[in-house]
T-cell receptor
Framework: QKEVEQNSGPLSVPEGAIASLNCTYS??????FFWYRQYSGKSPELIMS????GDKEDGRFTAQLNKASQYVSLLIRDSQPSDSATYLC?????????????FGKGTKLTVNP | DAGVIQSPRHEVTEMGQEVTLRCKLI?????LFWYRQTMMRGLELLIY????????DSGMPEDRFSAKMPNASFSTLKIQPSEPRDSAVYFC?????????????FGPGTRLTVL
């Protein structure tokens, strides 16, 4: 069973701080990695995708990928209360001729004003 | 442009009843995914269609679950008979291309409660 592991949290940071969210995955052949944000009672929405080793920045968000360590992270700079949500790590995993997204259980982030 | 549409948004039913969940894809998208989300198990893929053809149904829990895609824009997920352990939020998502390497756009979900 291919697995994606996240610290369930909750992670609590003060407004303006950097929030760091981590994810590890078990399948070495995985090639695509995603971070989804899910507000309470809402559906997941994509905020970042990353395909190559290194960093990818988009506004206040930075995704980091290290395939050798099978590790992907999301940094949120200048955290805002509106960033309070559950963050889901998703890994594209080839399985039996097709491919599927395997999601971690999510890390709940709270940004305190 | 309308996003993924799901109905009903909430469903409360009694054990043993048939439940049908519905999903309309974003126009022009080719792939459809049905997910189930619970606190214990997180977000799990149930089945994935590409161009109306089921590609991977390995996540369908058992024979009580079935999914169809009668045309390019519409899908149903049926549970018959329903059981209390089926209580969850069911999401439908669509994607522009084949496979899971592209962005998936999620519908608002159907919250199912089986008493």
């Amino acid at each position: 069973q291919k697995e994606v592991e996240q610290n369930s949290g909750p992670l609590s940071v003060p407004e303006g701080a950097i929030a760091s969210l981590n994810c590890t995955y078990s399948d070495r052949v995985s090639q695509s990695f995603f971070w989804y944000r899910q507000y309470s009672g809402k559906s997941p929405e994509l905020i970042m995708s990353i395909y190559s080793n290194g960093d990818k920045e988009d506004g206040r968000f930075t995704a980091q990928l290290n395939k050798a360590s099978q590790y992907v992270s999301l940094l949120i700079r200048d955290s805002q209360p509106s960033d309070s949500a559950t963050y889901l790590c998703a890994v594209n995993t080839p399985q039996g001729g097709s491919e599927k997204l395997v999601f971690g259980k999510g890390t709940k982030l709270t940004v305190n004003p | 442009d309308a996003g993924v549409i799901q109905s009903p948004r909430h469903e409360v039913t009694e054990m043993g009843q048939e439940v049908t969940l519905r999903c309309k894809l974003i126009s022009g998208h080719n792939s459809l995914f049905w997910y189930r989300q619970t606190m214990m198990r997180g977000l799990e893929l149930l089945i994935y269609f590409n161009n109306n053809v089921p590609i991977d149904d390995s996540g369908m829990p058992e024979d009580r679950f079935s999914a169809k895609m009668p045309n390019a824009s519409f899908s149903t997920l049926k549970i018959q008979p329903s059981e209390p352990r089926d209580s969850a939020v069911y999401f439908c998502a669509s994607s522009p291309r084949r496979g899971a390497s592209d962005t998936q756009y999620f519908g608002p979900g159907t919250r199912l409660t089986v008493l």
